[in-house]
């Protein structure tokens, strides 16, 4: 069984800064593509950011919302993956979850995908 867990939200006035972890426990041998998406009360859930693991460089992709100000990174090593958000809106409150595709797991053949269960991340004007 894989777990994604994921800690750091908050609250933090517009203009802070905060940095969710998530970390991904279990059997796995790898994980293909790591990424955060978020969801505000009313709305459907975004994509803020991505990264893919392509060897010795990883390839990184952005909601336009968030380019700029928001900064993913992972470290492969712990099956891990980090969202820095600088220069936060009130517009960036939601819940926000960690996403693992592309898993591949001792003894189970293919891959697979995992969600976290969230992190509320609010941010007062």
């Known amino acids: 069984q894989v777990q994604l867990v994921e800690s750091g939200g908050g609250l933090v006035q517009a203009g802070g800064s905060l940095r969710l972890s998530c970390l991904a426990s279990?059997?796995?041998?790898?994980?293909?593509?790591m990424g955060w998406y978020r969801q505000a009360p009313g709305k459907q859930r975004e994509l803020v950011a991505t990264?893919?693991?392509?060897?010795?460089?990883?390839?990184?992709d952005y909601a336009d919302s968030v380019k700029g100000r928001f900064t993913i990174s992972r470290d492969n090593a712990k099956n891990s993956v980090y969202l820095q958000m600088n220069s936060l809106k009130p517009e960036d409150t939601a819940v926000y979850y960690c996403?693992?595709?592309?898993?591949?797991?001792?003894?189970?053949?293919?891959?697979?995908?995992?969600r976290g269960q969230g992190t509320q991340v609010t941010v007062s004007s």
């Open positions: 990264i893919t693991s392509r060897g010795s460089t990883d390839s990184t």
């Open positions: 279990g059997s796995i041998l790898s994980i293909n593509v």
């Open positions: 996403n693992a595709e592309g898993v591949l797991l001792r003894y189970h053949s293919g891959t697979f995908g995992y």
